[in-house]
């Protein structure tokens, strides 16, 4: 009766084991596709960000070649800035 004790035992242990093993295995299979999407948000941020640099790099020049004389004043962001700085 000992003997058939220890072998339910483990048998269940093994069971035990087992499923603990499964719940890794679908927590790290979750973890993975997560940091898969979490790189790709990140990698479509970088290519906007990029995108965003350039376009603001296109204004400041803009701005900078306009004449003076036609109305517009030079963008200054020292004399530009909010009354609560």
């Known amino acids: 009766m000992n003997q058939s004790s220890d072998i339910n035992e483990t048998a269940m242990?093994?069971?035990?084991?087992?499923a603990q093993l499964i719940d890794l295995q679908t927590n790290f299979s979750?973890?993975?596709m997560t940091v898969e999407r979490l790189d790709?948000?990140?990698?479509?941020q970088d290519r906007d960000?990029?995108?965003?640099q350039r376009q603001?790099?296109?204004i400041y020049?803009?701005?900078?070649?306009?004449?003076?004389?036609?109305g517009i004043a030079p963008f200054d962001v020292m004399a530009d800035r909010p009354p609560h700085y």
């Open 49 to 52: 960000l990029q995108t965003l």
């Open 30 to 32: 979750h973890l993975e």
């Open 40 to 44: 790709e948000v990140i990698a479509r």
């Open 13 to 18: 242990s093994q069971v035990d084991l087992q």
């Open 61 to 70: 020049k803009q701005v900078e070649n306009q004449d003076t004389d036609s």
């Open 56 to 58: 603001l790099q296109l």
